[in-house]
């Protein structure tokens, strides 16, 4: 059977209770319709409910939230596998945050960073295959050990960069901070061929499917990467906006015109001298 992730926003916020007793009414009728609902992640204060469930079609999965509570989501789509992987849940089906602690809700956000290395391509050809593949290892090494410290997670290798996905919106920026400035130390001691690097970063709620995620906050993190200057972060507004109180401060771009975007998209530069 397909299995299918819809999204509610509800005005005002909702209370973790509130969604329980929403998803225990949905189980309660999901049988006469030939569906299951899964789990569920809610983000109290956005008011956000992304809800995971099997059927034999969207609008049977859309009865069930009609008949069992009236809430019907605003968006529903098919996905393949699970929607931000096969965390825990607790007793009223609530997703949990992965490594927190004990029934800490996941409230369905992730932040998405790519690293790209500048004139990865020209520097092949000047300097050849085998010294770019020493740079490659180089920058696999910093990424690395700047995701294990920040509790990041490689989602995969870009050939001249790394995806990553963070819980956090802090722990990722200060992760591209820590790459940043590791190759900053690493050109000044270094007297041959300085590694430029740029990054990207966008927060939203990315579908995962096989170990990889896809979406609309994917495809923003990957804008952003293109669009950095070498040696600059930048990041989304719901990046900056996560990351309010955290000590983090963002250079306001205004408003940039990414390809595959509609309309312009605000961006903000990590200021990374602190």
Request: net charge negative; charged share 25%.
């Amino acid at each position: 059977m397909p299995t299918y992730m819809d999204i509610h926003e509800i005005q005002g916020g909702i209370t973790a209770e509130e969604v329980a007793k929403a998803h225990a009414h949905d189980v309660a009728v999901e049988g006469k319709y030939g569906v299951h609902y899964h789990r569920y992640w809610v983000n109290e204060s956005a008011g956000k409910i992304f809800c995971l469930c099997e059927a034999p079609t969207a609008e049977a999965a859309m009865q069930v939230h009609r008949e069992a509570h009236g809430q019907v989501a605003e968006k529903i789509i098919q996905v393949a596998d699970l929607f931000l992987g096969g965390s825990e849940v607790n007793a009223a089906g609530a997703a949990l945050l992965p490594g927190g602690a004990a029934d800490a809700r996941d409230p369905g956000i992730r932040t998405v960073l790519f690293t790209d290395i500048v004139n990865s391509t020209s520097l092949t050809q000047k300097l050849g295959d085998e010294m770019a593949m020493e740079f490659l290892r180089v920058h696999d090494r910093i990424v690395r050990d700047a995701l294990v410290a920040a509790k990041g997670r490689e989602v995969k290798h870009t050939g001249d960069g790394i995806m990553a996905s963070f819980v956090s919106a802090a722990a990722a920026v200060r992760c591209a901070m820590q790459i940043q400035r590791e190759l900053a130390r690493r050109e000044r001691e270094e007297q041959d061929h300085h590694i430029k690097v740029r990054i990207g970063g966008a927060a939203g709620e990315p579908v995962e499917q096989n170990n990889d995620i896809f979406g609309t906050t994917v495809q923003l993190a990957a804008r952003l990467c293109s669009h950095a200057e070498p040696d600059q972060i930048l990041v989304s507004t719901a990046v900056a906006e996560l990351c309010i109180g955290k000590g983090l401060s963002f250079r306001p771009l205004g408003e940039v015109a990414l390809k595959g975007f509609d309309r312009p998209v605000q961006v903000h530069a990590v200021e990374c001298g602190q």
